[in-house]
T-cell receptor, first 114, second 117 residues
Framework: DTGVSQNPRHKITKRGQNVTFRCDPISEHNRLYWYRQTLGQGPEFLTYFQNEAQLEKSRLLSDRFSAERPKGSFSTLEIQRTEQGDSAMYLC????????????FGQGTRLTVV | AQKVTQAQTEISVVEKEDVTLDCVYETRDTTYYLFWYKQPPSGELVFLIRRNSFDEQNEISGRYSWNFQKSTSSFNFTITASQVVDSAVYFCALSDIAGGGADGLTFGKGTHLIIQP
């Protein structure tokens, strides 16, 4: 297993456009998390999946954001009508509920809204 | 509410010096995990260590050591004989145990460590 994979690594979009990011977790991990990180800050929790169920959402996740994990494997994060304030690094992490609690992170998708 | 404070925004030392990164946390949970992650310029967060709130035994792993003190709500990280490759941003993080990790990790703002040759 090569770890958590995120695509694309970079995305530049115009304000108002929709964007979608993909995360492929470590294959045996049933827990998946999305975080957002802005410059000079630590990652901030956005949402959590256990298998295909989205069990927790942060108040940071406005109604323009939606995340899915349809078969309990990969996940997508969509941002509709992007705003300049959405520019950030979006990080995905996975862990196992039956094993060690530490989460393993992907390299992130850096979004720039112009 | 949980909070993690890393008061040191940036630390710069010369190679081979020892350096300690401070972390202070706040939580109402009686059981929790504490973590340290490293973020090199490539951007990927690399897991370094986890401690349980009920295990205050300090740990040493090679040049790395961690000092967990529940009485002062601190979880400090020391690098001995620092190397240029240690240059990165280091994050301290906290999560509860009872909630099963559903709320994710609460991170500090990170400490940017610069090791000069």
């Amino acid at each position: 297993d090569t770890g958590v994979s995120q695509n694309p690594r970079h995305k530049i979009t115009k304000r108002g456009q929709n964007v979608t990011f993909r995360c492929d977790p470590i294959s045996e991990h049933n827990r998946l998390y999305w975080y957002r990180q802005t410059l000079g800050q630590g990652p901030e929790f956005l949402t959590y999946f256990q298998n295909e169920a989205q069990l927790e959402k942060s108040r940071l996740l406005s109604d323009r954001f939606s995340a899915e994990r349809p078969k309990g494997s990969f996940s997508t994060l969509e941002i509709q009508r992007t705003e300049q304030g959405d520019s950030a690094m979006y990080l995905c992490a996975s862990s196992s509920s039956g094993g060690a609690p530490e989460a393993f992170f992907g390299q992130g998708t850096r979004l720039t809204v112009v | 509410a949980q909070k993690v404070t890393q008061a040191q925004t940036e630390i710069s030392v010369v190679e081979k010096e020892d350096v300690t990164l401070d972390c202070v946390y706040e939580t109402r949970d009686t059981t929790y995990y504490l973590f340290w992650y490293k973020q090199p310029p490539s951007g990927e967060l690399v897991f370094l260590i986890r401690r349980n709130s009920f295990d205050e035994q300090n740990e040493i792993s090679g040049r790395y050591s961690w000092n967990f003190q529940k009485s002062t709500s601190s979880f400090n990280f020391t690098i001995t004989a620092s190397q240029v490759v240690d240059s990165a941003v280091y994050f301290c993080a906290l999560s509860d145990i009872a909630g099963g990790g559903a709320d994710g990790l609460t991170f500090g703002k990170g400490t940017h460590l610069i090791i000069q040759p």
